[in-house]
Structure formats: structure tokens, C-alpha cells
């Protein structure tokens, strides 16, 4: 049976496009995504001989940095369950591959995927804003922990989710309206800045961090945008302040998390502690910690922990996995057994322990290529004779790359699937807007 070709368009094209939709509806919808996605593109790569998308540092590098990966869980082979997120890590550099020959194939950044991502977006902001001033979503879930988490239930990542969606709805206006940078839509501007609040009100400190990273990393690398940048930040302040007071109670306050907790955790003073509970909880963190904590004492614990398993793992580290296995034994278990997690709160310091130096070298020199990369760019886009929207575009996707491997945060698990495939997706479209930038320069 023939599959008609405008099938596949849509689904492999507008597919890619609203990828982020399917992290929202869950890991297994998302999974079987990326596999089609990436067995699409391998069939097509082969088919029309296009074997340029292989043939290129970037697929060089990442077949290294999944080779280190796939050794150092053979030979940290605890047991499968352990192993498999080792051993089937292939698929997600494949996904970036994937996306990039998609994006080629059909350049489909049309006003429909605009108006997709306004709905889409409008959606969660204004769920997320029933639940910060009622206490409930629209689906029934409960505020948790005094924070926000709209559809994802008790997973507290809305935050994460809405930081790494804002790029592609800012890539698509760019890539639709020509003068977007010059005369700014009103409508473009509201949604931004109310991206940005809720994400504030989630009360999630990195996501929020890195948000201001993001803009100031855009500000200062792309003169088309800076008015834009200006204007949102205006407009979020405002918003801020308004729907802060509107709050189901007085426990919802992302003040107080982002600026007291965070120097009650760095000091390790909390405020909520008693009198006596707080003499005895700081002598106990003074004994394990000498009054210096990285982020908090908690990250401090995972830290110091990850540190002694690197200093026995010390080449290819202990596997994807190996962490969470390794941190039970009693030759690493600190005292009360603190800093076991299930991985290290940290993308740089979970590869060092869980892939060596080897991996650990692979990441830096990502991360200094991708600050290359921005000043690059950012004189490719003052060039007024060779200038054109994709590189406008390229800028941002760039941007958003370089804060997903911000070294100084805690974060998530950088093996998680659903982490991972937020990590990888700017990287196809990166790759895309690179290579169709350079095509056109030469």
C-alpha cells in the first residue's frame, strides 16, 4: 500500500515543529515519535544518497560521546535495567540527525505553526494561572509544595517545559514575519512576557535563571531583538506584580523561593527550622560541609559523593546509571548517608562520574564551541550584506543550546529520556539553520 507524500509532511514536518506537544502529552507518545522520526529520516538519508547528514564533526562527536557512553556501561555492567539507558543512547543523537533532514525536506515554518504555538501556549499559561490563583487546575491537580505544575501533574517541571518551548516560538515568528524585529506585534510581545511569568511563578530557580540567561545572551549577540527583549522585560515586570496578588494563598510566594530560600540554602540557615533544630542542623552540616555549600547542602552532598566515586572511576567513569547504584555502598555513603540520589543534580558532574574525564572533556568542549558559536554569529548578523532571517533564527536556537549546558546549575537527570530529547531537539534545528546559512554564504 503507497503511503500518500503529504502524509508523511505533515506528520515528519509539522511533526518536528510541534515536537514540543508531545513532551507535554508524555514520555512514551514522545518515544514513539523520535523512533518513527529517526527511522523516517535513515530511510530517506539512503534512499536519496544524502550522506552529507552523516558526514559531518557534529555526527563525528556525537558518535564518540556514545561510544564512551556505550563502553563505560560494559564494562560497569551491574545489570540490565542499569545498562539499557547506556546501551540505547544511540537514538538520541539520531533524533538531532533526524530532525535536521526533516527541517530540510520540508521548510514548513508557516503562520499555522504560529497560531499552533499561541493556542498551545495560551493553554498552559492560562491553566497554570487558574491553578497559581485558585489552587487547582482545570484537570483537578493540587498545588504542590507551595508551587505550581499545571498539566504535569506532580512532576514540577512546567518551568523547564516553558523555557525550552519559548525558543521555537520565537524562531517561528522570526521565520514568518520578515520585520517582526522591527515592528514588533503587540500580540508576539503579551505572549512572551507571559511565557516568562508563569515561569517565574513556578517558583523554579534554574529554569528562571537561565531564562534571564537566555535573554541576556540574545540581548547582547542579536541588535535585531534588543527592543523586543526590552519591551517583554517591561511587560513581565508588570504582569509580575499584578498576578502576584492574586495567589490562592500566602504559601505561593516565588519571592521568597527565589531570593530568601536561595540564601537560606546557601548559607544553610533555614528560616523554618526551630531555635534548637537550627543550632543542631548546623552543626551537623558545618561538620560534613565546613560552612560551604554548593547551591544548597543537599546539592553540596551529592557533589562531595560523585567526587569520591570519580576518584575510582576516574577514566571512563561508572555508566548512565552508576550513580545511583554506586552511592549505597557503604565505602562512598556519607555520614546519615546523604548525598545518595539517583543522579548528581548536575549535567557536568553526573558525566564526569558517570562517563571519566573522557566524557567530562567531550562536554567542555561543547560548551566552548557553543560560546564560540554565539560570537560568531553574532558578527554574521551585523553584516548587513550577507544578513537574512535564518541567521536571526540560528542565533536564538543557538542561545537556547548554550543554556541547556550552562555549566554552574543544578539539574535534571541528564539520561532521562524526556531530558534528553529536550536537550537534543534545538540541536537539529541548529544544525539546520548552520548548514542552510553556510549553503547560502558560499
Known amino acids: 500500500m503507497n503511503i500518500s507524500p503529504s502524509i508523511f509532511k505533515y506528520f515528519f514536518g509539522y511533526g518536528v515543529l510541534i515536537f514540543p506537544l508531545f513532551l507535554l502529552l508524555g514520555p512514551l507518545i514522545s518515544e514513539v515519535y523520535l523512533i518513527l522520526l529517526i527511522l523516517f529520516a535513515l530511510y530517506y538519508i539512503h534512499k536519496e544518497n544524502k550522506f552529507h547528514f552523516y558526514k559531518n564533526k557534529f555526527v563525528i562527536f556525537f558518535f564518540i560521546f556514545y561510544i564512551s557512553t556505550l563502553i563505560s556501561t560494559i564494562i560497569n555492567f551491574y545489570n540490565y535495567d542499569y545498562a539499557k539507558s547506556g546501551i540505547l543512547y544511540f537514538r538520541i543523537p539520531l533524533f538531532s540527525i533526524a530532525i535536521w533532514y526533516a527541517l530540510t525536506k520540508y521548510d514548513l515554518f508557516s503562520k499555522k505553526i504560529i497560531i499552533f504555538y499561541i493556542i498551545f501556549l495560551s493553554i498552559i499559561i492560562i491553566d497554570s494561572l487558574i491553578q497559581f490563583s485558585f489552587g487547582k487546575n482545570t484537570l483537578g491537580y493540587n498545588v504542590i509544595s507551595s508551587r505550581i505544575s499545571s498539566f504535569f501533574g506532580d512532576e514540577l517541571i512546567l518551568g523547564g517545559f516553558l523555557l525550552r518551548t519559548l525558543p521555537f516560538f520565537l524562531i517561528c515568528i522570526i521565520l514568518n514575519d520578515k520585520f517582526f524585529y522591527k515592528k514588533l506585534n503587540i500580540i508576539y510581545c503579551l505572549i512572551t512576557s507571559l511565557i516568562c511569568v508563569t515561569i517565574y511563578l513556578t517558583g523554579e530557580r534554574s529554569s528562571f535563571f537561565l531564562l534571564i540567561l537566555f535573554f541576556t545572551t540574545i540581548f547582547f549577540s542579536n541588535k535585531y531583538l534588543k527592543k523586543f527583549i526590552i519591551i517583554i522585560t517591561i511587560f513581565s515586570i508588570f504582569f509580575s506584580f499584578i498576578i502576584s496578588q492574586f495567589r490562592s494563598s500566602n504559601e505561593i510566594n516565588p519571592a521568597t523561593r527565589m531570593f530568601v530560600n536561595t540564601y537560606s540554602q546557601l548559607t544553610g540557615k533555614a528560616p523554618h527550622v526551630t531555635e534548637k533544630g537550627e543550632e543542631q542542623n548546623d552543626k551537623y552540616?558545618?561538620?560534613?560541609?565546613?560552612?560551604?555549600?554548593?547551591?544548597?547542602?543537599?546539592?553540596?552532598?551529592?557533589?562531595?559523593?560523585?567526587?569520591?566515586?570519580?576518584?575510582?572511576?576516574?577514566?571512563?567513569?561508572?555508566?548512565?546509571?552508576?550513580?545511583?547504584?554506586?552511592?549505597?555502598?557503604?565505602?562512598?555513603?556519607?555520614?546519615?548517608?546523604?548525598?545518595?540520589?539517583?543522579?548528581?543534580?548536575?549535567?557536568?558532574?553526573?558525566?564526569?562520574?558517570?562517563?571519566?574525564?573522557?566524557?567530562?572533556?567531550?562536554?567542555?568542549?561543547?560548551?566552548?564551541?557553543?560560546?564560540i558559536e554565539i560570537f560568531r554569529c553574532k558578527k554574521k548578523i551585523n553584516n548587513e550584506k550577507l544578513f537574512n532571517k535564518y541567521m536571526v533564527a540560528e542565533n536564538v536556537i543557538l542561545s537556547a543550546i548554550f543554556v541547556n549546558f550552562w555549566p554552574l546549575i543544578p539539574t535534571g537527570n541528564f539520561f532521562n529520556n524526556w531530558l534528553s530529547m529536550s536537550y537534543f531537539y534545538p540541536i537539529g534545528f541548529y544544525l539546520y539553520f548552520k548548514f542552510r546559512n553556510e549553503k547560502k554564504l558560499s
Do not use: A, M, W
Not at 561508572?318 to 555502598?329: E, S, V
Open 285 to 371: 552540616k558545618k561538620k560534613l560541609f565546613n560552612k560551604f555549600y554548593i547551591f544548597s547542602h543537599d546539592h553540596h552532598g551529592h557533589y562531595l559523593l560523585s567526587y569520591k566515586i570519580f576518584k575510582d572511576f576516574p577514566i571512563l567513569g561508572t555508566g548512565p546509571k552508576g550513580f545511583r547504584y554506586l552511592c549505597r555502598n557503604k565505602i562512598y555513603i556519607l555520614e546519615n548517608n546523604y548525598g545518595c540520589s539517583t543522579h548528581p543534580h548536575n549535567t557536568y558532574i553526573q558525566i564526569l562520574t558517570s562517563n571519566g574525564i573522557i566524557g567530562f572533556s567531550l562536554l567542555i568542549i561543547v560548551f566552548l564551541y557553543l560560546s
